[in-house]
């Protein structure tokens, strides 16, 4: 679901701070009143981390709150660089994307305002019955890696905590687009993913397969992905309108909580080209049903202290060009009261 292989914003502090739009729409014939025009970025395709979106729209949630959202696909470098600019309002992101344009003088000018899903449900899947249904078990298979610094740390910390040796994992470049495929045809052994899509297609193909989640081995691996990201002019400028967005989104994931297949259906309405693997949408939906919001008080709510964990994780291994403020890039204040 992640595009691991887009750059981690590498030049995108170049953006700086420029103006957003704030449009209204025009009044029609027969409307009321103007609705205020909001530009909402995906992160990639239409998927079912979206859902709630989409739900808010045809549901008229965003129009009960005098709001128009147009969602559309993100530029090559990233929604970041599109909410950065005020090209668009809000976006998707994900919080380790995010800690790279939060460091220097300069940071960019985003912010993360929801936790689309609250813990982090990626992990490592491969063929069942070959022994790396735990970390260690990697040893002496092909993962199919991006190469990317964060990855590698994040494999290397789960091995040595179960006493294995991250040298000894054959590294293969990733050019995997079909999990199902590249496990079925042992191109690789083991490929990271997001359990809510890649597991679930896995599942739905019967193929047997072993599994297991950062976060449930450490929990600083418990970070925020994906989150939806606000620019931070529209969001002090705009301040109402900002609340009634997640106000409206609020309650498209709460319905898509509630009714998983019916919100399956609308987001295929909104993206026909999913209605082709209608059985994985549906499956997909059923499972992040129970992740969207999980053990929180409320969807969308961030806790300081793992969001806060992570960054000193990026920090205390050197992971970033410089050092991340640990409370930096993230806010609860636009979100309904409870």
């Known amino acids: 679901m992640k595009n691991w292989k887009k750059?981690?914003?590498a030049g995108v502090l170049a953006v700086g701070m420029v103006g957003t739009l704030s449009a209204c729409q025009p009044k029609s014939e027969g409307q009321q009143e103007e609705l205020e025009k909001i530009t909402f970025v995906l992160d990639w395709t239409p998927n079912t981390n979206h859902t709630g979106i989409y739900v808010a729209i045809?549901?008229?949630?965003?129009a009960e709150e005098g709001l128009e959202v147009e969602v559309v696909q993100p530029p090559e470098d990233g929604a970041e660089v599109l909410v950065a600019s005020g090209k668009a309002q809000f976006g998707v992101s994900f919080q380790d994307y995010i800690a790279p344009g939060l460091i220097g003088d300069d940071p960019l000018p985003i912010t993360a305002v929801a936790a689309m899903i609250q813990h982090n449900t990626s992990g490592i899947i491969s063929r069942a019955g070959e022994g790396m249904d735990t970390p260690k078990g990697l040893e002496g298979?092909?993962?199919a890696t991006w190469d990317l610094p964060v990855e590698k740390a994040t494999i290397q910390q789960v091995m040595e905590a179960d006493g294995g040796d991250f040298s000894k994992v054959e590294l293969i470049p990733s050019t995997v687009t079909d999990e199902v495929s590249a496990l079925q045809s042992k191109s690789v052994d083991a490929i990271w993913i997001y359990y809510g899509w890649a597991g679930i297609a896995c599942q739905v193909a019967g193929l047997d397969t072993d599994y297991f989640a950062f976060a449930?081995?450490?929990p600083v691996f418990d970070f925020y992905t994906p989150v939806i990201i606000g620019n931070n002019t529209y969001l002090t400028e705009h301040e109402e309108e900002s609340k009634a967005f997640l106000a409206a989104?609020?309650?498209?994931?709460?319905y898509a909580m509630e009714?998983?297949?019916e919100a399956a259906q609308i987001l295929m309405?909104?993206?026909?080209?999913?209605?082709s693997n209608e059985e994985l949408v549906v499956e997909s939906q059923k499972y992040l049903a129970e992740q969207y919001q999980a053990d929180a008080e409320r969807w969308g709510e961030f806790d300081a202290d793992r969001w806060s964990g992570f960054f000193t994780w990026l920090n205390d291994n050197q992971l970033l060009d410089g050092t991340v403020d640990p409370n930096a890039g993230f806010t609860?204040?636009?979100?309904?009261q409870k």
């Open 216 to 218: 449930d081995i450490d």
């Open 7 to 9: 750059s981690m914003l």
């Open 141 to 143: 298979h092909k993962y």
């Open 259 to 261: 009714n998983p297949e």
């Open 332 to 336: 609860n204040d636009y979100l309904p």
């Open 58 to 62: 045809a549901n008229g949630y965003f």
């Open 249 to 254: 989104v609020t309650k498209g994931y709460e």
């Open 269 to 275: 309405d909104a993206a026909p080209e999913l209605a």
